[in-house]
Structures are given as C-alpha cells and as structure tokens.
C-alpha cells in the first residue's frame, strides 16, 4: 500500500508542477527534481531506519547511559526509543520543507520564501510529532493516531502552501 500511495503522491506533485503556469520551465524541473529527491527520501527512510538505530543502540550496549544509573540493557532500550522518536520528528519536517519548496520553486518564488517554507515545514514537523506523541499518550489505537496525524500533516501542508501563496504576492515575493 506504501507503494501505490508514494508513487500516486509522485505522479500528483509531477503533475502539478508541470502545469504551473507563467513559471520558466528549468525552475519547474529543478523543483520536480527535489520532488522526486524528497519522494525517495521519505519512501527509503522506514526501510533504513534499522540501518540508522541500530549501530547507536548497540555502541551503548553494555557499557551504561551515561552514569546516569541505568544498566546497559535499559539504556539501549531507551536509546532504541528516542532516536527514531527524533528522527521521525524531523522527517517530517524535511519531507514537508522539500514539498512545499519544490512548489515554491516552481512558482519562481524569491529566497527568502525558500528560508519562511523550511522554518514552517520544520516547526510544524514538531507540531505534527507532537500530535502523535499526544495521541499515543492519550490511548488511541494505532489506526485513529495514523489517521489524524496525517490530516494534521496535510492541514498544515495546504496552510503551508497558503502562506506562501501569501508572501508570494508582497510586492518581493516573486
């Protein structure tokens, strides 16, 4: 299912991209290329998130956390739970900052809307995380925290969008 959602995303966003209008079309093609660079980083990372955490959980396997008194066994086991928690965190910033500065780019947009699209993107990759965190703390089954954590990330997506659409029109923006 991941699958069909990553690369119906990816036909959508190409699409998009290519119909903006009044935009050169080597901006639209740089912006479609970091599309597809952020598509491929948000379709690999559930698959190389073994690759990242375990080397770090098993380099404090025996030897404590710290001295903070934890023995070695709970110290990987905290450590195998808040490195993906923060890794988690800001993948969804940086797949939200790459979508929404691929539009930007398409858009002809100025630099300075890149730098407002990336701090958004990552302040409400937290906003998103924190959501989760709130839903899994609250007792919701896996599906309703799923499902609510993606319309909040797609609600911000479109006011992300909006915002920029914004400062698009400041008589700098574009």
């Known amino acids: 299912m991941s699958v069909v959602v990553a690369i119906l995303e990816l036909v959508l966003g190409v699409v998009a991209l290519l119909t903006v209008r009044a935009s050169p079309m ?8 970091l599309l ?10 559930p ?8 080397p770090g959980v098993d380099g404090f ?13 709970a110290s990987s086991f905290e450590l195998a739970m808040i ?7 800001f993948h ?12 930007n780019l398409a858009r002809n947009r100025t630099w300075w809307t890149h730098l407002v699209a990336a701090g958004y993107a990552l302040l409400m990759g937290l906003v998103v995380a924190f959501v989760e965190w709130a839903m899994n ?11 609510l954590t993606q319309c909040v990330l797609l609600g911000v997506t479109f006011c992300g969008l909006g915002l ?11």
């Open 137 to 147: 703390w609250f007792g919701s089954s896996f599906a309703m925290s799923m499902v």
């Open 92 to 103: 969804g910033g940086v797949v939200l900052a790459g979508t929404i500065i691929a539009w």
């Open 36 to 45: 597809i660079a952020i598509s491929i980083y948000a379709f690999a990372l």
């Open 164 to 174: 920029l659409h914004v400062l698009g029109g400041l008589p700098r923006g574009n």
């Open 83 to 89: 490195i993906p928690s923060i890794i988690w965190t």
């Open 61 to 73: 396997g025996g030897s404590g956390f710290g001295g903070s008194g934890f023995d070695g066994s």
């Open 26 to 33: 080597p901006m639209r093609l740089f912006g479609i290329g």
């Open 47 to 54: 698959y190389l998130m073994p690759i990242i955490v375990n």
